[in-house]
């Protein structure tokens, strides 16, 4: 006999995020990875003591490696695609039901750090990765690609300017 599933939308009554991310996923291999408190006092000389709260510096830099990783350079399509993925959800700190940040605020949280602060997070989330085995450097990857000549050394002509054409 034929199935037909119904779907009928339903408040969970227990569901909890990181049991439906699987073990070897590389979000949660990474959240597992990263200890990103450093940020903390790193960035904290960029904030005021007053005013409404910023998002979380850690929640800022794993929305940026996420684009990285994921080739996203919008925050606008950043804060869509991960909110419709439950690995980066689970890797940011965030449930299901939590509202990610507006990508205005991602864009105006870049501007707030000087470049030097990002290279810093870089090299140290680099060097966490390093050591706990997640890199490796088997492979190298070069933005490139291979195009193949198409020209024959016989077809080659000798071009000269005009103004010298009739000297010659």
Known sequence: MQGKKDYQEKLFAQFQLSGRIPK??????????LDLNFLYPL????YGESGQKSIDPVVFFKLCLVGYLENIISDRQLIEHSSMRLDILYFLGYDIDDELPWHSTISRTRQLYPETVFEGVFTRVFVMCVEKG?????????DSAPIKANASMDSLELKVPKEDLESH
């Open 24 to 33: 070897n996923n590389f979000y949660r291999g990474l959240k597992e990875v």
């Open 43 to 46: 960035t904290k000389c960029y």
């Open 134 to 142: 997640m890199v490796s450097g088997h492979t190298q990857a070069i």
